[in-house]
């Protein structure tokens, strides 16, 4: 103690106190009170706490981060984004270490976190105006004939949101730059309508259009369905996944149409004449995918989907570069889903809920969060563990197992047989997500509901209620759980799916609602994409005031 400390010294001294008689306290923390008090980063201030690694300790750390910001010969890079009335970055990086008040971290935070969105916005006008400058316009010489043959034939009436979005593609697809547009729509709002009609806009003046899917199953749903919707129009079209391959046939003088999965990214496919690209589900692909399908012709179109809501945030960030189309609203004739959330105790009441359900005439669904559980079958409920004893219990309804492991030629028949009915209920992981349009299934069960986001669950939700029929998507938790149950209450009492992703952002934040294999999305270390917005938009209108100003 005699090297720290002598006789007559103050000091401040901070720990637990082991012992009263006589007074003792382990561990202590301590500063030497004096003159050099008001300039101690321990005393008489707001003081950060940092993550620590083995060898320095928080008082250690603290001091040198104190003497780095109060050091007269310290600048900081000058930023083009300061102003008159906007704290200056120098500023923000002292108070977001040693703030005077309570409210200054977070100003600082946010001035922090504008000056990355202005990075992210002029990255972003800097790619586009680089796309301009270096892009060859497709010039499409067809006056729409096909695509509007194709419109007039649809058995139903397309929306006044459908009939808009394909409107603003058709003006992009004759700009003298590419299309490079994201479209968004909730579940069954009719996005793949839209895709349709740019892709015949695109074939009919010769060109070849490529659409990509995350899945065999989703890719199987679209080549049914593209199929069936333009056959009297003397298209087929050509499919290309790791199981099975066929080619496209079209009239002469127009382009082919080819869907896939990840196969179109192969080497051997090489289109002749590439237009359009469409990308189905775009956040189960990375940036990097994307651009390698792009690369396959000489700057095509670009379409990309998702059905996966995202906030109005991410939007403006992550796809920054992308023009937004969104389906705000739903077409008629869909049946009413209610949503449910039960607790253990009524698995029973449920299994036979589904029981009449299917003895009604109908179909189910029972959706699992693993496919097996060796560790504890008791504590989260696997498909693999289960399904002799749903088997037994829905005797003599046929039952199948569906999961992502399983060949795509099984897959494919499985889901062929669901769809004429041959197979009553379907035992699932969370592949089902996507690329499943049956509209007798009206019963949907979540087991272990909590272990899935609630966008993910909205995504569940979708695969029912997809005809007449009253639905019900139940949602039953893996043990009474007051946290997870008002978690869940939000997707019982909403139905908008971009409400339902805004509280998935709160919640979870953004690698949950992107997929955590999104290369494309940014990292950030001072933006908080859940209360952010309105400085998004400010750096938005910056960068656009310094290119204009530039």
């Known amino acids: 103690m005699d090297r720290y400390f002598s006789i007559g010294q103050e000091l401040l001294v901070y720990g637990k106190i082991s012992s009263l008689k006589p007074r003792a306290i382990s561990h202590p923390e301590t500063e030497t009170l004096g003159d050099e008090a008001d300039e101690s980063p321990h005393l008489n201030c707001i003081v950060p706490i940092y993550p620590l690694t083995e060898g320095i300790g928080q008082r250690?750390?603290?001091?040198?981060?104190?003497r780095v910001l109060n050091d007269p010969s310290l600048t900081f890079p000058n930023s083009p984004n300061e102003e008159s009335d906007r704290l200056t970055v120098a500023d923000a990086y002292r108070w977001i270490h040693y703030p005077h008040e309570t409210q200054q971290p977070e100003l600082a935070r946010q001035r922090l976190a504008f000056e990355e969105l202005c990075e992210l916005q002029t990255q972003v006008r800097q790619r586009k105006e680089k796309t301009a400058a270096t892009s060859v316009r497709i010039p499409l010489g067809n006056t729409g004939r096909v695509r509007d043959a194709f419109l007039r034939n649809l058995p139903f009436q397309l929306t006044s949101a459908q009939n808009r979005i394909i409107e603003e593609i058709g003006v992009d697809l004759h700009r003298l730059i590419p299309m490079r547009r994201l479209l968004q729509g909730d579940v069954g709002s009719g996005k793949t309508v839209v895709a349709m009609s740019a892709i015949l806009s695109v074939v009919e003046s010769g060109y070849d259009a490529v659409v990509m899917a995350p899945t065999e199953l989703l890719a199987e749903q679209h080549h049914r369905t593209f199929s069936k919707w333009i056959g009297n129009l003397r298209y087929t079209i050509g499919y290309r996944s790791a199981s099975r391959r066929e080619s496209p046939v079209s009239p002469e003088g127009s382009g082919k149409i080819f869907i896939g999965t990840h196969a179109l990214l192969s080497d051997e496919f090489k289109p002749t004449n590439l237009g359009l690209v469409v990308i189905d589900e775009q956040h189960k692909f990375g940036v990097v995918q994307r651009e390698q399908l792009l690369l396959k012709g000489k700057y095509p179109h670009l379409l990309v989907m998702t059905a996966t809501p995202i906030p109005r945030t991410l939007a403006l960030t992550v796809y920054g570069e992308l023009d937004i189309s969104v389906i705000d609203e739903m077409p008629p004739g869909r049946g009413n889903i209610s949503t449910h959330i039960r607790t253990p105790d009524a698995?029973?009441?449920?299994?036979?809920?589904?029981?009449?359900?299917?003895?009604?005439?109908?179909?189910?669904?029972?959706?699992?969060?693993?496919?097996?559980?060796?560790?504890?079958?008791?504590a989260i409920k696997s498909l693999l563990n289960e399904a002799s004893r749903l088997e037994q219990a829905f005797k003599p309804h046929p039952v199948a197992i569906l999961h992502g492991q399983m060949p795509a030629a099984e897959s494919e028949q499985l889901m062929r047989q669901f769809q004429d009915d041959k197979i009553k209920v379907i035992l699932a992981t969370s592949v089902v997500e996507v690329g499943i349009d049956v509209p007798n299934a009206t019963v949907m069960l979540v087991e272990n509901a909590e272990h899935f986001g609630l966008a993910q669950l909205h995504q569940f939700r979708g695969r029912i209620g997809r005809g007449i029929h009253k639905s019900h998507f139940i949602l039953l938790l893996g043990k009474s759980d007051r946290e997870a149950r008002k978690r869940l209450e939000l997707l019982r009492d909403i139905q908008d799916g971009f409400r339902i992703a805004e509280e998935d952002l709160c919640l979870r934040g953004p690698g949950e609602l992107l997929g955590r294999n999104q290369s494309g999305a940014p990292a950030f270390r001072f933006v908080d994409f859940a209360r952010d917005l309105p400085l998004i938009e400010a750096a938005r209108r910056q960068i656009r005031v310094t290119a204009t100003t530039a």
């Open 347 to 378: 698995r029973a009441k449920i299994i036979e809920f589904i029981r009449k359900q299917i003895e009604t005439g109908r179909q189910a669904f029972i959706v699992f969060p693993r496919l097996e559980n060796t560790d504890d079958p008791t």
């Open 60 to 66: 250690a750390l603290r001091r040198l981060v104190w």
